[in-house]
């Protein structure tokens, strides 16, 4: 069995086991910039596996293992999504997928349904037409509506949404208090544990108002991350972490900290397998922003959604380079452009 090494453009690298026909092509053209337009490391690998059995007369296996992988990957999908307040139109037919170990950011002018379509995935609203489909199940109705949910959703909110009555620790460990069996000692314990994990340790008394704003936001963090105690032969519910504007408000060294605590919390892997990542880290997360350094540090793909449509999809490093007439009016902040207000 001939195998290759395959160095995606992101920084994870991906190993494959081909027969030495495959292994053979895929020297020729591995290394190149092979990398689809959503940006996914994943993807990289299996795109050129298929371009390997395509080039060996192999066409059905290439198009049974796309459709396999993709299902096996997705997390959530939208297929023409359509959202109205009112007579006011918020989404379009918005259509796009969230891969499992993706960090996505989705961006777009003010008004243009970003925080909208990050309720609709969190199955905090529901849409007026299209499909919401969640690791391969259609949504009916809202997550609240689930009886066996297949993906368990943590929020950070705009605003925190803190509850100013209760302290710190209180708030981080309030599903647990209000939905597991847990003891109060073990709930506190995975409340020192989550607020150590955002940079927090030792605040779990103090009350909202007693932080800054940036402490505010790690603090919602440490609530959307936090586990219920888990034992090594567990296999807890896969989560995906969605923030709407994250680094709103905060000065620019704030909003820095916030963006490297995503980081490093994301665990970049497309499952999660090990128990340290079951423990802590987040595997897949979704970034409402339209801030630039949020853009660039904390995402590897983009979704543009104007006008209650996806318009753009690519890399953040594409961000900077497109020529699209709308990313690059959103990129320098140009009054000349689609974009008019």
Not at 7 to 27: D, F, K, V, W
Not at 104 to 123: D, F
């Amino acid at each position: 069995m001939d195998c290759l090494s395959v160095r995606p453009t992101s920084a994870s690298c991906a190993r494959i086991s081909h027969n030495p026909s495959i292994g053979r092509i895929l020297r020729g053209v591995g290394r190149r910039d092979a990398r689809c337009v959503d940006g996914s490391h994943w993807s990289t690998v299996r795109r050129v596996e298929r371009v390997a059995r395509r080039a060996i007369g192999d066409p059905a296996e290439a198009l049974k293992s796309e459709a396999s992988d993709d299902n096996a990957e997705v997390l959530i999908e939208l297929k023409n999504v359509r959202k109205s307040f009112g007579k006011k139109v918020v989404l379009d037919g918005a259509s796009f997928k969230i891969r499992r170990g993706e960090a996505v950011g989705i961006i777009g002018s003010s008004g243009t349904g970003k925080s909208t379509v990050l309720r609709i995935m969190a199955g905090l609203l529901q849409p007026d037409e299209g499909e919401v489909i969640i690791r391969g199940r259609p949504r009916v109705g809202l997550l609240s509506d689930e009886k066996d949910p297949n993906l368990k959703v943590g929020m950070v909110f705009q605003s925190a949404a803190l509850f100013d009555s209760l302290t710190v620790g209180e708030n981080v460990g309030f599903k647990l208090y209000e939905h597991s069996d847990l003891p109060e000692d073990v709930i506190k314990g995975l409340i020192q544990e989550s607020l150590a994990q955002v940079g927090l340790s030792g605040v779990e008394d103090r009350y909202p108002a007693q932080l800054s704003g940036g402490m505010k936001k790690r603090a919602a963090l440490a609530r959307a991350i936090i586990k219920e105690d888990i034992s090594e032969n567990d296999n807890p519910l896969e989560e995906v972490v969605m923030y709407d504007e994250p680094t709103a408000g905060l000065d620019p060294v704030a909003s820095t900290v916030v963006e490297d605590l995503m980081r490093n919390l994301h665990t970049e892997s497309k499952a999660v397998s090990s128990y340290e990542e079951k423990k802590g880290g987040v595997a897949s997360y979704i970034v409402v922003t339209h801030q630039h350094s949020t853009i660039r540090r904390a995402v590897d793909r983009l979704i543009f959604l104007h006008a209650g449509k996806v318009v753009w999809e690519g890399t953040s490093k594409e961000f900077d380079t497109c020529e699209e007439p709308i990313v690059r009016q959103f990129a320098t902040g140009s009054l000349q452009g689609p974009i008019v207000y």
